[in-house]
């Protein structure tokens, strides 16, 4: 708000000076912590009082807030940002303790204010898809979560998301705002890799040139929007029409500040303006298989499901030169790549069983992503490529094969001697018959090393390991555990005859006569089923390297 200085000095506002040194550009995916209250690391209040007052007074912290004197002499703990449009004479109403920072504030501006009448922070959840109120206007509604003011949601017109998250300078009007095409310096058919690589250019250049940091918040927010496919369509289509329908990036989840009314009833404040955004941000670094991949013409997706993690990349940020035939034979990679980056909470509604249900996950931040590749990539992913078309080279034997382990359980070298006399090279794994995209072979290793012989059945391993493990190379099965038998053969013709479930039901009792000990689910964390692993079976020796 621009006032006269006399009027600064009066109002009990920041200075000029210590608002510009905060370098505020509030954005949906680059934001710093001193400008909002971070929710994740806010401290849990205490109390449920409700502060309201008139403010007399706001001074800076040390810790880059400010503090709000109230009329009644509590001094409540505001963002730097938020104190910048506050003044003397404001009304404030906050569910928080004293001198303790809170993310719900609902601010009445001064009646001599001209360009606010009521500002509003609070943390969002889900932001709804845009529609169309009476008047056939466009609108998201974000619900807000943990509401102690009685305002349950917050209605944003789809023209105001338009100017804060789809702009290049805010400052403008959308008629006269340089494309977000012309800030990344790409045209609009390019595809991803290309993106990314002008995106990087154009950092280099913009240090060199010793731009402005407003310049690099907006070249990562171009780039961030052109990136997603989702929101790159919503902003192609605003190019067209500038009244189309603007989505709430990655579904809302954050914390907002608005300027706008409150409704009548008070359960809803509708926005005029949005101030901020800040987004729930993690920083994550962590491997993923190569296999979970699914591979298009220019781009590649990594889901998570136990994680809930989702990343896209492209092959510059990845790069290896890859196409749709790797989902072929990309279950018999076991490469992994360390994804390390920046993931935002994202959410959507999709339909399950008949039902609306809200389907919450992390998604990665394309400007802030970074893939180290393993370095013998290369040559894993040639063996694959080979094993998989002697797949289909050799698919008659391998079905006698597929064919004799249905029957009953057979020892892995019988089956390599088996395979030797069809014609098989030596060097075909014939483990593979039974392995699932999704499984993770480190626990296939881990047993390896711990087994004398290994027998093929059905579908599944089983470990002759002194105790015995039994493994099903698919996603979502545990390990079962059984004994040290008296005989392997024994054992094997009495677990041939049985299921899974008898033995986890014990009928007949099955389980005491299998000696079965449990199961260890692979869970997340595969250290923890390692040490769970060897507490079971007596081994002493940790063979996790």
Known sequence: MSRRPSRQQASGRLPSSYRHSQGLTPFAFVIRSAQMPALASSKTVSTET????????????????????????????LSAFLATHLASGDQVEAPIAPNQAGVEIHVLKN???RRMRELYQAPIGYATQPKEDKRKELFVTAGVTGSRLGIASIQLPCHVLRDYFYVADRQREWGKQPTLYEIVRM?????????????????????????????????????????????????????????????FPYGGFGSLLVSGDRSR???????????????????????????????????????????????????????????????????????????????????????????????EWESALPSRLNIKLPANLQEQLVAARKAYHRFGQYSRMLDQIRARIERGPVEKRELERMLGQLGVPGDFDVAQLTWRPDYDPFFYRQLCQRARRLYLFHNEYIFDAGAVAVETPQLGHATYLFARPASMEIFLAL??????????????????????????????????????????IGESVDLLQ
Request: aromatic content about 10%; overall charge positive; glycine content about 6%.
């Open 50 to 77: 409700i502060h309201r007052g008139c403010i007399t007074g706001i001074r800076p912290t040390k810790d880059g807030a400010a503090e709000c004197v109230l009329s009644q002499g509590a001094a409540v703990l």
């Open 111 to 113: 009646p001599s204010s």
């Open 187 to 247: 045209p609009q058919y390019a595809d991803p890799g290309q993106l990314r690589l002008s995106f990087k250019i154009r950092q280099l250049e913009l240090q060199k040139e010793g731009a402005p940091k407003s310049a690099y918040k907006a070249l990562e927010r171009a780039y961030n929007i052109l990136a997603h496919p989702e929101l790159r369509a919503c902003y192609d289509a605003l190019l067209k029409d500038r009244e189309a329908p603007a989505l």
């Open 265 to 359: 009833d008070g359960q809803t404040f509708f926005v005029r303006r949005l101030l901020a955004f800040r987004p729930e941000l993690r920083e994550r670094r962590f491997h993923a298989p190569l296999r979970k991949f699914d591979f298009y013409p220019t781009t590649a997706l990594y889901r998570d499901a136990r994680r809930k993690l989702e990343v896209l990349v492209d092959q510059c940020v990845m790069p290896v030169v890859w196409n749709a035939t790797w989902n072929q034979w990309r279950h018999l990679v076991a490469a992994k790549v360390e994804i390390q980056g920046t993931f935002v909470r994202a959410g959507k509604y999709r339909m399950q069983s008949g039902k609306w249900c809200l389907i």
């Open 495 to 536: 677990y041939a005859k049985t299921s899974k479930e008898a033995i986890r039901e014990n009928r007949d009792n099955i389980a005491a006569r299998l000696g079965f000990l449990g199961r260890i689910v692979h869970g997340v964390h595969p250290r923890a089923w390692v040490k769970e692993l060897n507490a079971r």
